[in-house]
């Protein structure tokens, strides 16, 4: 996608998404440049146990995964970010066909792929810049000739950010993607208690908070909107009924957001609805998987027990 591509899909959005109530701005808008950054930063944080449980689990099992993916796969990552896992990943796999990973930050994705380049120069990579949400023109996926199978790798429970009715469709899509013969390897963040998972999206250096406010200095410096920054909090909510994390910026005062010339006026207290990030037990995400036409056939723990990894295939 071009740079005002991008830009005018981020305008519309947020002509949309401050009109709705409750006021949402999707959370891919939150990954440019400066947000893949803060969320490197994140994965750093004390309080962000994810990155390091899903780290932990690739380091038990990576040699089962490759096991499982066989030789000559095309690994599809959806949202790759660093690539740290990958790099994992593929140093294990026998003679890979291919990587293709499919990001919506163009910096993390040039980042990523330079360094997967200059440290697999026997694997094709073969980096596209788009938004997974979007339909993926087949021809970007399609090699020639084609690889022996497809795996498409999403670590990270990034399926997380998704509504439950939005995963179950994604993750048809990923199951038509990954094809009869290919598989869907996904990370899943298990259900935890709920001081560990506000203190997981809340650290206390604030690097989150860097990160969801990054949200409007994206509205100041791309589409030159009127927003008084500091008027806005952080803030991580549980929803219980819904078993999931969101992110908001609060008002903390009366103001307004002018956006090419409308005018969104907050009261002390309103919100911006930023990012989910929903957690499931090992049933409801095999439920969830089974709705989308899949089976998995395999589930992997990192030591602690806090997060997940599926082996997804097509349920015949
Ligand atoms: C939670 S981070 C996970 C990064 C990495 N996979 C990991 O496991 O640490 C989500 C990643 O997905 C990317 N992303 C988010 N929404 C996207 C979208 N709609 N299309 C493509 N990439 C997206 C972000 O830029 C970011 O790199």
Redesign the pocket.
């Known amino acids: 996608m071009s740079e005002a591509g991008q830009i005018e899909s981020l305008r519309e959005e947020v002509l949309a998404g401050l009109s709705r109530r409750p006021r949402a701005i999707h ?2 808008y939150l ?1 440019d440049a400066r ?2 950054e803060l ?1 490197e930063r994140i ?1 750093r944080t004390p309080e962000y146990y994810v ?1 390091r449980a ?1 780290l932990a689990l690739h380091e038990s099992h990576t040699p089962e995964f490759s096991r499982m993916i066989g030789p000559q796969a095309h690994v599809i ?6 690539g ?2 990958t790099h994992r990943l593929l140093a294990s796999l026998e003679a890979p066909r291919a990587y293709t990973p ?4 163009a910096a ?1 994705l040039a980042r990523s792929a330079r360094e997967l380049e200059s440290a697999f120069p026997e694997i094709e990579i073969r980096p596209l810049q ?4 979007r339909p993926i023109d087949s021809d970007a996926l399609t090699l020639d000739p084609p690889a022996r199978r497809r795996i498409v790798y999403f ?4 399926i997380s ?1 998704f509504d439950h009715d939005e995963a179950r469709d994604f993750l048809a899509r990923l199951g038509r993607m990954a094809g009869a013969k290919g598989a869907i390897l996904i ?1 899943v963040d298990l259900v935890k208690p709920v001081d560990r998972l506000l203190a997981a999206y809340d650290d206390a250096e604030g690097v989150t908070a860097a990160f969801n406010r990054n949200l409007l200095e994206r509205l100041l410096r791309e589409l030159g909107a009127e927003v008084e920054i500091d008027a806005f909090a952080h803030e991580a909510r549980y929803d219980e009924a819904l078993e999931r994390i969101e992110m908001h910026l609060v008002a903390r005062r009366p103001t307004r957001i002018v956006v090419d010339g409308e005018t969104f006026e907050f009261d002390n207290g309103d919100s911006i609805h930023t990012e989910s990030s929903h957690k499931y037990s090992v049933a409801s995400f095999n439920a969830l998987a089974e709705q989308a036409g899949l089976k998995s056939q395999k589930v992997w723990f990192d030591p602690d027990g806090l997060f997940s990894m599926h082996w997804l295939v097509a349920d015949a």
């Open positions: 959370c891919k990954y947000g893949s969320f994965c990155t899903d990552e959806l949202g790759s970010g660093a740290i896992k499919i990001e919506i930050s993390a788009a938004d997974y949400t670590p990270g429970s990034t950010n990370g």
